[in-house]
């Protein structure tokens, strides 16, 4: 069997001004990148906000497994099926990090014959808007230990107290050794001070940029950054050092989503790409909005599972940007539904209908959570080779006669389009159905909120606990929140996406349970507060066995083993 890289390499891609045309963009709306890659212009952008706007569709998934569910396969797949059955679908995608390439969970740019190419370029460099951020980023940093070291005053008139410096610096890789830090040392880097590493995609940077509006809101949002206090207990922003407008011009380039293509030849746009443990999860608004300015259906995705990625998605984009999803797809496999019922990775291939069955509950856990926002629901189980014929009508039985939600079976990983063929077509027609998504859909708590209250709403109607608890020092953050009138933003909850609990090891529908908060972070610019539950940490660490240990260049100088 070929693998994903050896069927991308085999396709054969259309010039990006092909793919451009076909959305009705002339060559001076794009900039390419090369013969397949292209960024749309701010022009061209601004244009298509007067079009009449499309469906959008939003891809989700169960919880994360090692058995792996095709939640990006399970997008590109679908938007593949739309055009195949003659509507107008635009896949709307989120950029991989080198952190997952090179580490546990490979690349992001789906599978098989559900792939958007080219998938080396995007899964590694690709048009360099990472770097961009990670530039834009670690310049406020440098430019805050400029301020501390020179002790230059605030608008208030007081320095910068070291001691409240918040902000961190990030590289898009994981790496545990820099967690935790200490800076200026050595003969005239002075202060010392106690810092660490995030990932790039936990940057606050990288939240703003996939919210912001244009440039100017970019700009806006990056002065509201909150990166210390001076000595006087008053805030100090981004703005305050000086640092948002050369950040805003280290991103010009960035802010434009990037055009490529699947392997069918439907258009894609991929831009950002915040985490959904650690950040919102979801890709830009830009290219969101553009994406349903150019077609009939944007499919996006959320990242990891509903509970997750697309709980942000409602509670946090769409209440920013102002987007329904006309329909949600909940992609489960029955190899990861048996592993959430309890059996062990080395036994999936094994016939099991009770851990199947148990496994069922965390189905439909994440449907009836989807339909809280008001959204109809379809489910797109992920078919494998080595499934069980009987398991897969056990699933199909189960969401027809007890979740009473439309199923399919989907095999585009293996026959492109035609795969997906059947739920295209549900989920067209819930979509033609749903004439106004804006008068169905709703967030699962109001704007303004307080943040307790939300986390509270989060926790105990999409992770079923039974209890929040929050840690001295987040008690304390929560009161200064509040004493300063900013306790009311939503709230972007970070955890483990393994499990409904803090604890990754625990599996299945749990319920009842605590969930530990242990900190309350200010995202001024972005526009939420992050709660870290547990020990999520943002700068994640490799595993045992990388899987950059497999990845490298063959005689012909091709890249191998990119997953």
Known sequence: MASDIEIARAAVMRPVREIAAGLGLAE?????????????????????????????????????????EGKTTTTVGLADALNHIGRRALIALREPSLG????????????????????????????????????????????????V????????????????????????MNDRALRQIVTGMGSGNHPLRETGFDITVASEVMAILCLADDLSDLQVRLARIRVARDTAGNPVTAG?????????????????????????GSPALIHGGPFANIAHGCNSVIATRAALALGEFAVTEAGFGADLGAEKFCNIKCRSAGL?????????????????????????????????????????RHVENLRAFGMPVVVAINAFA??????????????????????????????????????????AALADANIDPHANFTPLYPSGSDVLDALNIVATNIHRAGSVTLSSAAQKQLAALRAEGLANLPVCLAKTPYSFTADEKVRGAIFGHDLPIRELRLAAG?????????????????????AANVIHLDAQGRIEGLA
């Open 100 to 147: 997952p390439v090179f580490g546990r969970k490979g690349g992001a740019t789906g599978g098989g014959q559900a792939q958007v190419l080219p998938m080396e370029k995007i899964n590694l460099h690709f048009t360099g808007d990472f770097h961009a951020i990670t530039s834009a980023h670690n310049l406020l940093s440098a430019m805050i230990d400029n301020a």
């Open 149 to 172: 070291h020179f002790a230059a005053p605030m608008p208030s008139g007081a320095a910068i107290n070291p001691r409240t410096v918040t902000w961190r610096r990030v590289l898009d």
């Open 28 to 68: 001076t709306d794009i900039e390419p990148y090369g013969h397949h890659i292209a960024k749309i212009s701010a022009k061209a952008l601004a244009n298509g906000v007067h079009r009449l706007p499309g469906k959008l569709v939003l891809v989700t998934a169960v919880n994360p497994t090692p058995a792996g």
């Open 324 to 364: 329904a999803p006309a329909v949600a797809v909940v992609v489960a496999t029955v190899r990861a539904l048996k592993y959430h019922g309890g059996m062990a990775l080395a036994d999936l291939g094994t016939l099991d209908a009770a851990a199947l069955n148990r496994g069922l509950d965390v189905l439909a």
């Open 240 to 264: 305050d050092i000086g640092a948002a407008g050369a950040m805003a011009a280290l991103l010009v380039e960035a802010m434009q989503p990037n055009l490529v293509q699947s392997i069918h």
């Open 386 to 427: 080595n499934d069980h014929a009987s398991e897969q009508d056990q699933v199909l039985a189960h969401c027809q006669d007890t979740l009473h939600v439309p199923a399919h079976l989907c095999r585009h990983w293996a026959d492109g389009p035609v795969g997906a063929e059947a739920l295209a077509r549900t989920v």
């Open 526 to 546: 972005a526009g939420f507060i992050v709660a870290l539950c547990g020990d999520i940490a943002t700068m994640p660490g490799l595993p045992r066995a990388p």
